[in-house]
């Protein structure tokens, strides 16, 4: 079942176009990289999708309803869910009470007094934490976690409003060789159990052609290759423009 569908992006900052006629789609319980130098138009890309940014033209559908024009927190409520680059969490809240945030968000609950929101939705946040390997941490100040837990916790605030699609930019972005492989194998169990769709940037080809079901490479802002990690690993033209040119891609 195809979850996002994207036909014709297009963005241009004074003159200089940053996503020309962009078309893919990303299917339930599947996982798409989206890959390319610096200044490919990844970022551009992620934002249009998400609300942020609003296309010149081109159409982004959700589950069959386009969602160009639509602000990122309608977005949300629609069921989809990011995490970023440098993680965003409440350092002084604790490991729980950081996911709780979320699911009260989730469920369009007030914060009001929040000695009275501590008791809200704490089973929903632990089982959350059990998912992504940290209910031994729900009582710990997010401030002191290290950074590798610190990207499961937005994993867990991420998947809070039962996302129908994930947008994930640079989720490894920062963390040690072992935890990226631990933490992408995380996400792929859950999404494909869970029939979440994923659409990731990364710059670590191990992590990619490892864990992605299909990748999308941009160059200028132009689509220059979409398949199977092996057709995209002997696309002479990615290995050129990505590589420069004679170098082979990293290992998996």
Not at 192 to 200: P, Q, S, T, W
Request: charged fraction near 20%; include cysteine.
């Amino acid at each position: 079942m195809t979850v996002l569908q994207v036909e014709g992006l297009a963005k241009s900052f004074g003159g200089v176009a940053a996503v020309q006629g962009v078309s893919f789609a990303v299917e339930a319980g599947h996982l798409l990289a989206l890959i390319g130098p610096n200044g490919a138009g990844k970022t551009t890309c992620f934002n249009m999708l998400n609300g942020q940014l609003a296309p010149d033209r081109g159409s982004v559908r959700l589950d069959g309803r386009e969602i160009v024009g639509l602000k990122p927190r309608q977005i949300w409520r629609l069921g989809v869910g990011r995490t970023f680059q440098i993680t965003a969490t409440f350092g002084s809240m604790t490991v729980r009470e950081n996911v709780q945030v979320a699911l009260i968000s989730h469920h369009r609950r007030t914060l009001g007094l929040w000695p009275r929101a501590r008791d809200l939705y704490r089973a929903e946040a632990e089982a959350l934490l059990a998912r992504v390997g940290m209910a031994d941490q729900a009582e710990r100040a997010a401030a002191v976690l290290a950074y590798g837990d610190l990207k499961r916790l937005e994993l867990a605030v991420a998947l809070a409003n039962t996302p129908r699609l994930l947008l994930m930019d640079e989720p490894t972005a920062g963390m040690a060789p072992r935890e990226r492989v631990e933490l992408m194998a995380l996400v792929a169990g859950i999404v494909r159990v869970e029939g979440i769709a994923v659409l990731f940037t990364e710059h670590d080809m191990d992590v990619v052609f490892a864990h992605a079901d299909r990748i999308i490479v941009l160059n200028r802002g132009e689509l220059i290759a979409d398949g199977v990690p092996a057709q995209v690993r002997a696309d002479p033209r990615v290995q050129q423009v990505y590589l420069g040119g004679g170098t082979t891609f990293g290992h998996g």
